[in-house]
């Protein structure tokens, strides 16, 4: 059975398997991550990519994702 992806999920893959970024954030992306299982993640690269493309597609404002991503930034790392 083929998994079905969201556009959201397909940004997130294509972000994520950049090389720079999964050496500086210390991951190995396999290509099947989503957004749901990002949001849920240990790593903060991940997760803090994930919150970005999530709160884009729920129409949060800029400053709404600038803060919700700044704070999880802030108390984890």
């Known amino acids: 059975m083929a998994t079905h992806y ?8 294509a ?3 950049d090389p720079k970024l999964a050496e500086l954030g210390e991951y190995t992306p396999t290509g099947d991550e989503t ?6 993640s240990e790593n903060a ?7 970005i ?3 884009n ?3 949060y404002t800029p400053k ?3 803060t919700q991503v ?8």
């Open 70 to 77: 700044s704070n999880y930034l802030t108390t984890s790392i």
């Open 6 to 13: 969201t556009n959201g999920d397909r940004i997130l893959q």
């Open 53 to 55: 493309i999530d709160g």
């Open 35 to 40: 957004v749901a299982d990002a949001l849920d």
């Open 45 to 51: 690269t991940i997760r803090a990519v994930a919150m």
């Open 15 to 17: 972000v994520l398997a």
């Open 64 to 66: 709404e994702i600038y």
């Open 57 to 59: 597609e729920n129409q």
